[in-house]
Structures are given as structure tokens and as C-alpha cells.
């Protein structure tokens, strides 16, 4: 039983017996509505008072049931108070305050707006990589999850200008606009744009017409789930054997075969470095599927003479402790 339903309960409670007490003195006693009113308040309340009549034998047997009645009740309610207690409201509010500072401290972290399907999915998986990520929920009943997950999250519409700043949006580097709605996802994009004209925004479409409204709302990428199931399903059914090896390479299983992206600094020892002398291949066993070049362009099964230079992004595949050993090496990182 939630608070709001046991307070009503202790109230309709307390108004039951109450007016017992008044009926029964007015009936037993004869005695006006004031007067029992009265007498039944010092008996419930036990507070010691002298009678505001002589009282009948038979009054002093319905008072003492009043007594105990007056007596169980308190005793109801302090079970009440104490159950808010062991159920976490005091608990509750503390920890709303730890998480409220914890968001306060996170910088050039994620946001999404949504914890639906898609919305939970895309946190798991960015989770792999970081902890900062703040989701922002308006629905009550996703809460539990949210709790579940360990998520740092914010109750509300995610259009809000004071919900967005409170989840650190000027500080952030990302936002995911994952909501139900297209209507409410280009909103949302018009706001979060405004408060931050540097954040990356990825905002989800159920409507293909409305992308190119997203796109003028200011989202950097506009992704369609409807259209990316749509794609695996044809996959499947024309090309199985491709669907199933991009399942394995896109899974997050730790002993499967990998895709993963990683940036070439400056500082790396790569840098300059032909593809053919970088010894990638044969030292970590990955292929290095494409390079995207910082002018945008993406090489494909790039030349074994191909140079890689800074601010490139190298795209490998191998297994995930290979990965893990070659984004150490590229940042120059001891194992």
C-alpha cells in the first residue's frame, strides 16, 4: 500500500471511531452532540480530563472500549510512521540528494532522454565504456528500473529548460533524444540545441518524414529503428551468412569477434606509420577494416601503403582482449 492510500485509511480510521464515540455517548448518556463530541475526544486522545457529566455504569464500560479503541489507534498510526521509516522514505530522500550531487560532478557525459526499450538498450551498451550517462524519464513506473539499473537519472519531461541544465546539459557531450513520440523528440532537440550549441545530439524517428525536421531542429544523426529492423530482416532473409557473421561482429560478448573504432592521437607511436611497418596485423591479430581520414573520407580495405596519420580513426576487428591491447598501444599506454 502506497503513503497516500494509508493516510486516507488512517483518516477515514480515525473518523469512524470518533463518531462511534459521539453516537454512543449521545445514545447511552442522552447527552447533546457538543458534550459527547467533547467527552470523545479526552477519551481517544487519553489526555485525563474529568467527565462533563456523571456517567452511567453502562458509559463507563463504552468509555473504557473507547480507551483501548483510542489506544489501538495511535498504536496503528505509530506502526504507519515507523513503516515509511523501514520502507525507505527517509532513505529515499537522502539518496535522491547523493544522486543529485553526483550528476552535479559528471562532465562531457551522456544524456538520454527516454528509458524505454531502446533507451535502455543504448545504456547497457554505453555503459561498456562509461558510467556517465544521465537519463532523464518522465514516467512513474520506469522508476523502479531506473533504481534497478543503477542509473543516474532525473523524473520529468525531458523538454524542460530547468530539467536539462539540472542534468548538466551545458557540460555534457552528448544527448539522445529517444522519447515516444517524433513530436516530442524535435522539441526536445530545439531546446537541448539552444542550451548547448556544441553538444552532439542523436535524435530517434519513427516517421521518415520527420528526420529531415530533426535534422533542421539541430540533431547531428537521425536514426530510424523501424528502418535498421527492417534492414536485418532482409539481411536475413537474402544474405543469412552476412546477417549472422555482422550479429557475432556486432555482439558485446567478450570472447566473440569484435568491430571497434579507435582515434590515433598525435603522440601515438602509429602516427606517420605506414599501414605496411605499423605491424597491427601481426602483433595484435586484428584487420584493419577501414580508416576514416579527418577530411571525412572513409578508406575501405585500405592499401598495405597507406599512411596512417593523425587524427585518423582506425576501424579493426578482432577479438576483444586483441582490441583492448591495441587501444593501449595506439595511446601509448603500458599494458
Not at 233 to 249: C, D, H, T, W
Not at 321 to 330: E, M, N, Q, V, Y
Request: proline share 2%; charged share 25%; net charge neutral.
Amino acid at each position: 500500500m502506497n503513503k497516500s492510500r494509508q493516510i486516507i485509511r488512517a483518516f477515514i480510521i480515525s473518523c469512524i471511531i470518533f463518531s462511534i464515540g459521539v453516537t454512543g455517548y449521545m445514545a447511552i448518556e442522552k447527552w447533546t452532540f457538543l458534550d459527547a463530541a467533547y467527552m470523545t475526544a479526552i477519551t481517544l486522545s487519553t489526555v485525563g480530563l474529568m467527565e462533563v457529566h456523571e456517567i452511567s455504569s453502562t458509559g463507563r464500560i463504552f468509555t473504557i472500549i473507547m480507551i483501548f479503541a483510542g489506544a489501538g489507534y495511535f498504536l496503528y498510526i505509530a506502526g504507519v510512521i515507523i513503516q515509511f521509516v523501514v520502507e525507505g522514505e527517509i532513505q529515499s530522500i537522502l539518496g535522491r540528494k547523493r544522486l543529485d550531487r553526483k550528476i552535479k560532478k559528471l562532465e562531457n557525459h551522456y544524456i538520454i532522454c527516454g528509458y524505454g526499450r531502446i533507451g535502455r538498450v543504448l545504456c547497457q551498451l554505453i555503459r561498456e565504456e562509461s558510467n556517465d550517462i544521465v537519463v532523464i524519464e518522465n514516467d512513474d513506473n520506469l522508476t523502479s528500473t531506473l533504481e534497478k539499473d543503477r542509473m543516474h537519472y532525473l523524473h520529468g519531461d525531458a523538454s524542460d529548460e530547468e530539467l536539462l541544465e539540472k542534468a548538466g546539459i551545458k557540460r555534457a557531450s552528448f544527448l539522445v533524444a529517444a522519447l515516444g513520440t517524433d513530436t516530442a523528440n524535435v522539441f526536445l532537440v530545439l531546446t537541448a540545441r539552444q542550451l548547448n550549441p556544441d553538444i552532439y545530439i542523436m535524435a530517434r524517428a519513427s516517421n521518415p518524414d520527420v528526420k529531415s525536421k530533426l535534422m533542421v531542429a539541430g540533431a547531428n544523426f537521425v536514426e530510424s529503428p523501424y528502418d535498421i529492423g527492417a534492414v536485418s530482416m532482409g539481411l536475413k532473409l537474402l544474405r543469412p551468412s552476412v546477417s549472422s557473421f555482422l550479429e557475432i561482429a556486432l555482439s558485446r560478448k567478450k570472447e566473440a569477434i569484435q568491430i571497434d573504432e579507435l582515434f590515433v592521437p598525435k603522440s601515438s607511436k602509429y602516427t606517420n606509420v605506414l599501414l605496411k611497418d605499423s605491424g597491427i596485423r601481426q602483433d595484435f591479430n586484428l584487420i584493419i577494416i577501414s580508416i576514416k581520414k579527418t577530411t571525412g573520407e572513409m578508406l575501405f580495405n585500405p592499401h598495405f601503403e597507406t599512411l596512417i596519420e593523425p587524427g585518423d580513426t582506425v576501424i579493426v576487428m578482432g577479438k576483444t582482449p586483441d582490441l583492448k591491447k591495441f587501444a593501449k598501444a595506439i595511446n601509448n599506454e603500458d599494458e
